[in-house]
């Protein structure tokens, strides 16, 4: 580990850890560090209970929440060897949540029925993408993924219309066993995306030179992209669809520590689980008693990083980086 690396993970821990101080004490009712000590040690049950009940859940899913949303832009960017791959984007979460709503109607009772089919519709949703000549121009890569993201949302709201829909990348109202459900896997996702991180690398070679190592190309990409879709299919079925995590995380991480995936991917998890706990607490906060979900911020924060990334003079999408 370099000197920069090391750097910047003690730095964005730092961040975690004061971020995660915030996100307690704010909201609708602002609790000081003290009144935590004492809503601890017994004083104030009903501090107690806003903390453990309703925050740190909240609180904890976010990071989650960040880090597996970020860890599938990184990967998927490695897959697709383009910077501007992300779930979002490609319509991987749109025909995620597709898929839940249609689950949810056919087969409401079904065990762990959200996921599964959040799963079915991310792998429905890559399937479209690598059959076609997509993968071999990064615009026409974006564009199709654009118009599947279209696509699927326009079929949910049609079908939601009286059903009622998924939610919105929201983190309002979770709950523990919700967070538990985050916990497992987000932790697998992500142990899995950091053991085949080395992968991501060598997909920088072409296809002729990964062949005189030996090595399958499409075996690694496929590795990567089942990662991918866990992860973002695992968010999608408990929360929803929250835009852009996955463009802006991996690619600001990519500016400070280099093209390294085994680097990338790592500090691309704490730098998503900080950022979306940000976005999330300030989306608490900023319209009380009412709030904005995270959603909707990162569309604000998103959107205009899609657009310098495009323009930008340099852009060489066909590269990983």
């Given at each position: 580990m370099?000197?920069?690396e090391?750097?910047?993970?003690?730095?964005?821990?730092?961040?975690?850890?004061?971020?995660?101080?915030?996100?307690?004490?704010?909201?609708?009712s602002?609790?000081?560090?003290?009144?935590?000590?004492?809503?601890?040690?017994?004083?104030?049950?009903?501090?107690?209970?806003?903390?453990?009940?309703?925050?740190?859940?909240?609180?904890?899913?976010?990071?989650?929440?960040?880090?597996?949303?970020?860890?599938?832009?990184?990967?998927?960017?490695?897959?697709?060897?383009?910077?501007?791959?992300?779930?979002?984007?490609?319509?991987?979460?749109?025909?995620?949540?597709?898929?839940i709503?249609?689950?949810?109607?056919?087969?409401?009772?079904?065990?762990?029925?959200?996921?599964?089919?959040?799963?079915?519709?991310?792998?429905?949703?890559?399937?479209?993408?690598?059959?076609?000549?997509?993968?071999?121009?990064?615009?026409r890569?974006?564009?199709?993924?654009?118009?599947?993201?279209?696509?699927?949302?326009?079929?949910?709201?049609?079908?939601?219309?009286?059903?009622?829909?998924?939610?919105?990348?929201?983190?309002?109202?979770?709950?523990?066993?919700?967070?538990?459900?985050?916990?497992?896997?987000?932790?697998?996702?992500?142990?899995?995306?950091?053991?085949?991180?080395?992968?991501?690398?060598?997909?920088?070679?072409?296809?002729?030179?990964?062949?005189?190592?030996?090595?399958?190309?499409?075996?690694?990409?496929?590795a990567?992209?089942?990662?991918?879709?866990?992860?973002?299919?695992?968010?999608?079925?408990v929360?929803?669809?929250?835009?852009?995590?996955?463009?802006?995380?991996?690619?600001?991480?990519?500016?400070?520590?280099?093209?390294?995936?085994?680097?990338?991917?790592?500090?691309?998890?704490?730098?998503?689980a900080?950022?979306?706990?940000?976005?999330?607490?300030?989306?608490?906060?900023?319209?009380?008693?009412?709030?904005?979900?995270?959603?909707?911020?990162?569309?604000?924060?998103?959107g205009?990083?899609?657009?310098?990334?495009?323009?930008?003079?340099?852009?060489?999408?066909?590269?990983?980086?």
């Open positions: 370099t000197k920069s090391k750097i910047w993970y003690s730095t964005i821990l730092v961040m975690l850890v004061i971020t995660i101080l915030f996100a307690m004490m704010l909201g609708a602002f609790i000081t560090p003290q009144q935590m000590m004492t809503a601890f040690q017994g004083g104030n049950p009903n501090q107690l209970d806003i903390l453990i009940n309703i925050r740190f859940p909240r609180i904890l899913s976010t990071m989650l929440c960040g880090g597996m949303l970020a860890v599938a832009g990184a990967a998927s960017q490695a897959a697709f060897r383009n910077v501007l791959a992300d779930p979002s984007i490609l319509g991987v979460t749109s025909a995620s949540d597709f898929f709503l249609i689950g949810t109607m056919l087969l409401p009772a079904f065990p762990a029925s959200k996921f599964i089919f959040s799963i079915l519709g991310g792998l429905f949703a890559l399937l479209l993408l690598t059959r076609g000549p997509a993968l071999k121009s990064p615009y890569l974006i564009i199709i993924g654009v118009a599947m993201m279209l696509t699927f949302t326009g079929f949910e709201q049609l079908f939601a219309n009286g059903f009622g829909g998924q939610t919105t990348g929201s983190f309002n109202g979770i709950t523990w066993s919700q967070t538990e459900v985050l916990l497992f896997l987000g932790v697998s996702g992500m142990f899995a995306a950091v053991v085949i991180s080395p992968w991501a690398n060598y997909l920088k070679l072409s296809t002729e030179q990964l062949q005189t190592k030996g090595v399958s190309a499409s075996m690694m990409r496929l990567l992209l089942l990662v991918v879709v866990y992860l973002s299919s695992g968010v999608s079925s929360v929803g669809t929250v835009p852009f995590m996955g463009i802006v995380v991996p690619n600001v991480v990519r500016y400070l520590v280099g093209r390294d995936y085994q680097t990338i991917i790592p500090l691309s998890m704490l730098m998503g900080w950022l979306l706990l940000v976005v999330d607490t300030i989306g608490r906060i900023v319209v009380l008693p009412s709030e904005l979900s995270a959603a909707v911020i990162m569309t604000v924060i998103g205009p990083f899609l657009i310098l990334m495009l323009q930008r003079k340099n852009f060489n999408g066909l590269k990983s980086s």
